[in-house]
């Protein structure tokens, strides 16, 4: 099967940066490498920046973000394999030469302060996703797991105009239920989740309710289904089928053209069996080849994104 299949969330750069083990083709320790890559039939992968509060590193700083996208540069697009996508003409030199393209995008606003600059600057390294929180809350807005679930800061508001004015697309994924509606009224433009599931298959609260998914698909947003087996189900050995319940329930709310794959890869330390790493990505496309025939197959895997991206990156000013 050759898809050219898109991902559109994993946390290789992340790991890069806090294990020290940067080579992108060694290190098989890590879920995305270049052979894994190559092996899964990915065509696009889109990697997020992304900066855990913790006490080791101290509080999410800029510079944290610049230093993966250093090794975005030194250490993954040295490689002639690999192309950078920034733009929408990008996605037309990515068609026709049979590259892995690569799209940067943001998880949680933390790390820029507050400070639109830091969004702007982010936005010339090529930035093309903001996922608005992770777990907590930040000068934005509230995160899933923080407790008061509060909406957007004037900060936060301005944040949002200013994605929409340089075109960038938000992702509420990590976002809480509350501030996902204000979110809606603030915006007009097509939103993703990048990495979450079904809550009706799995109640968790980094799932989408089924209010929620049917607002995605009436912004012809897109929801990328995630590996995370403690997303998709309660059970010691998560397994493909369990996952494509959650697929089967988006199907069923309309959603068939608005699904994607955001596997989480390098972000998560359980796997769901047999999904454990970016070389095993045909694994879930051949069981949903079973059930719903290629055709589906091609959407989610590949065209579903590939429009989206389309009709959503901004165009290079010519
Ligand atoms: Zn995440």
Redesign the pocket.
Known sequence: MNSRLIDF?C?VLYKMLYTGEVDFVQHDTRDVTLPKLREGGVGLQVL?L?VEPSLVTGPPRFSQLVRMIDLYHEEMLKHPELQAIRWKQDLEEWQQASKIGTILSL??VDALEGDLVYLRTLYHLGVRFV?LT??HSNWAVDGTLEPRQGGFTETGKQLIEECERLGITLDV??LNEKAFWELLELTDRPIIA??SNAASVFKHP?NLTDDQIKAIIDRNGRIGI?Y?PYFVADKEEVTIEDLVKHIDHIVELGGSKNLMLGS?FD?IDKKIKGLEHAGQHPALLEALEKQYGQAFVQDIAHTNAYRFLKENLPSRAE
Request: hydrophobic content about 20%.
């Open positions: 969330h946390d997020a992304f998880e949680g996922g992770w777990n994924s990590h990048s990495h980094r995630t995370v989480d972000g």
